[in-house]
């Protein structure tokens, strides 16, 4: 049974200090300066630049993903903004869901922009900046033809629509978010200017429909309740909030408030689980701006429903991989009759379609756990996180060709349907992010204090303090990782090394002694030393196999060793027989990484999740005792 998480009762002190910004542009010259007010947060992950992946199978998947985003021509994903702008453009209009007759053409524009700028930041990728700064240059060409700030790929009447129909539109707020996002994202990675202009020019044309409308009318644009719902207004909360953080303009602040809507932010304050029937990515990403707005009001209405969500999210609506989404209670259109919705709280065993577990879902999980472990620095937070990694975000890609899923089912019979790469879908977009940012919440930090959350090869340099640390290994193939350290400091300083729940039993030593202090699951293991160049720390995780059930049923489980969640190879519904016991006693690990369970006269092969690729499978298997 997946653990329960108990709701959170500390509370992170909150310093405030006036930080100054000097945002210089490598391309005129251009500087801006700003003052914001920021939460000094109890854990902070480190910049993009210095973190960097080493030759793995997690490198190889971010590789996958870049080919992917370079092979994409900039003129297609132009094109229905000149349109829509009317200026001229011969390129070939893109498909799926980016063409031009689709409400949400633009979207994956934005998270093309966003997914892009972090790798220009991260790699100094020459042939991503040129492409990103010639596109910032047209779609700055676009707004300035539209001339009131707007920028889209739709035109404005699909707002006119939206404030006098309160649908009849597909999700205008929800497209404009990710152009918004993508923009400032070009800013806040590669400081480009324009991108500055553009995106508060945006903004103000936000500000001015918003200013015409009385609350009733704000309420019923926001108001998103119904089965996928078309008015779904995206993560603008989120982006005006992160426009803050760059701007300080509290305009811009006054702006994201309007699209935190109380039907919502109450319920979830007061820990009562209105969950059942909404959206999930609707409402999942409305959080995420919760959270930001909390860090930096400092409001404890916002602390506290973004972590009662995050709790009622985790023990009463996700499956055993921390994914999210699926048939809705009461259906009222197609869609919600397998996807996208969540259920009544706790009743999951009944709700395995072939179209659970949005992607988009998993990768908006991902950001609000990382929110909440920087607020507190919790080991529960980094445990879901590290779960969520594993066998959600990684097991929704192909590892051969880079393509990502939809929906990641989880019963059986089922196949990962793979999108193709001209759908364009909301899936393609935020997986294209994802997949950027494998390098983020690997390792954290405050004062001397360093966290190691994640066991991914890579190369830290933690400039402040003057210390390297190189991680080496294959986890979680390889039970085990080595971290070497490098220090030009004569400070002792900790270095905290997770220990995952699952880990019941861990060797840690260095310089190849053992350390011989209690290594207990689901905490830290600090080390506290004068470090030395060359000091090694190794860490031996001794795996077991474990069983995870739905929270309804103790009869439906899946399969975990260590980190992993398996997969059984199996083109038949999966029915088990014998105790929880007898099932563990009866899996063996084969040579070439999978595993052999033997029950009930059949031979099953098992293997990693995000390892399926073409072959039918199931993860949910049910005991039948009679």
């Not at 309420?219 to 008015?231: I, M, Q």
């Not at 779904?232 to 989120?238: F, L, T």
């Not at 009759?337 to 065993?349: D, K, R, T, V």
């Not at 098992?606 to 005792?625: C, F, H, Q």
């Amino acid at each position: 049974m997946k653990p329960k998480f108990n709701s959170f009762k500390k509370t992170a002190t909150l310093l405030f200090i006036t930080i100054p910004f000097t945002l210089c542009s490598p391309f005129d010259g251009h500087t801006q300066t700003t003052t914001f007010k920021s939460e000094i947060e109890k854990v902070s992950p480190f910049p993009v630049t210095a973190v960097k992946l080493k030759p793995s199978w997690i490198k190889q998947r971010e590789e996958l993903n870049t080919i992917f985003l370079k092979s994409l021509d900039p003129d297609r994903l132009l094109h229905n903004f000149r349109i829509n702008a009317g200026l001229q453009s011969n390129a070939l209009p893109l498909e799926g869901w980016e063409a031009p007759q689709i409400g949400l053409r633009g979207h994956f524009t934005g998270h093309y922009l966003s997914a892009a700028s972090y790798l220009i930041e991260a790699y100094q990728d020459t042939l991503l900046l040129n492409r990103i700064n010639y596109m910032i240059d047209e779609l700055y060409k676009c707004q300035q033809a539209l001339k009131n700030g707007y920028l889209s790929a739709f035109p404005e009447s699909d707002f006119d629509i939206l404030e006098s129909q309160f649908g009849g539109v597909w999700a205008p707020y929800y497209t404009y978010n990710k152009i918004m996002q993508g923009i400032l994202d070009v800013y806040i990675h590669t400081k480009n200017p324009k991108a500055y202009e553009i995106v508060t020019g945006m903004a103000d044309y936000v500000a001015l429909r918003m200013s015409r409308l009385d609350e009733e009318t704000i309420e019923k644009v926001l108001y998103s309740v119904d089965a996928n719902p078309t008015n779904e207004a995206g993560a603008m909360n989120e982006v005006l909030y992160k426009l803050y953080k760059v701007s300080g303009d509290t305009k811009h602040l006054t702006l994201a408030k309007i699209f935190d809507r109380d039907w919502f932010v109450t319920p979830l304050a007061e820990n009562r689980d209105i969950l059942s029937g909404l959206h999930s990515n609707t409402h999942l990403v409305l959080v995420n701006g919760f959270a930001q707005r909390y860090s930096i009001t400092g409001e404890s209405k916002f602390h506290n429903a973004t972590v009662n969500f995050w709790n009622m999210l985790m023990n009463q609506h996700a499956y055993a991989n921390g994914s999210s989404s699926g048939p809705r209670p009461i259906v009222t259109t197609p869609t919600s009759l397998s996807a996208e919705h969540w259920g009544n709280p706790g009743i999951l065993s009944n709700t395995l379609t072939k179209e659970t577990s949005e992607s988009c879902v998993s990768h908006n999980t991902q950001k609000l756990t990382a929110s909440l472990f920087s607020w507190t620095g919790d080991p529960i937070y980094a445990d879901a996180y590290m779960n969520t990694f594993y066998n959600a975000v990684l097991a929704l890609q192909n590892n051969q060709n880079g393509t990502c899923v939809y929906h990641l089912p989880l019963g059986s019979p089922q196949k990962k349907l793979f999108l193709k790469e001209n759908d364009f879908r909301c899936c393609n977009g935020s997986s294209c992010e994802a997949f950027t940012a494998l390098n983020t919440s690997i390792y954290y930090h405050h004062n001397s204090d360093l966290w190691v959350n994640l066991y991914i090869p890579s190369d830290l340099t933690w400039e402040e303090m003057g210390v390297t640390l190189e991680q080496n290994g294959n986890f979680p193939s390889d039970s085990s990782t080595e971290l070497t350290v490098t220090s030009s400091t004569k400070k002792p300083f900790t270095i905290h090394l997770f220990i995952p729940s699952w880990a019941k039993n861990t060797e840690i030593y260095i310089n190849d002694e053992k350390q011989t202090d209690d290594v207990s699951p689901l905490s830290y293991f600090s080390l506290n030393r004068k470090w030395r160049k060359g000091d090694k720390i190794k860490m031996i995780f001794h795996y077991d196999f474990h069983i995870k059930t739905m929270p309804d049923n103790e009869n439906v489980i899946a399969l975990f060793y260590g980190p992993t969640m398996l997969a059984f190879e199996t083109s038949k519904e999966l029915i088990l027989k014998g105790s929880h016991q007898e099932i563990l006693r009866n899996i063996v690990p084969r040579q070439d990484g999978t595993f052999l369970l033997s029950n009930n006269k059949t031979d099953y092969v098992l293997k990693p999740l995000y390892d399926i690729n073409s072959e039918s499978y199931g993860v949910y298997a049910t005991i039948r005792n009679y």
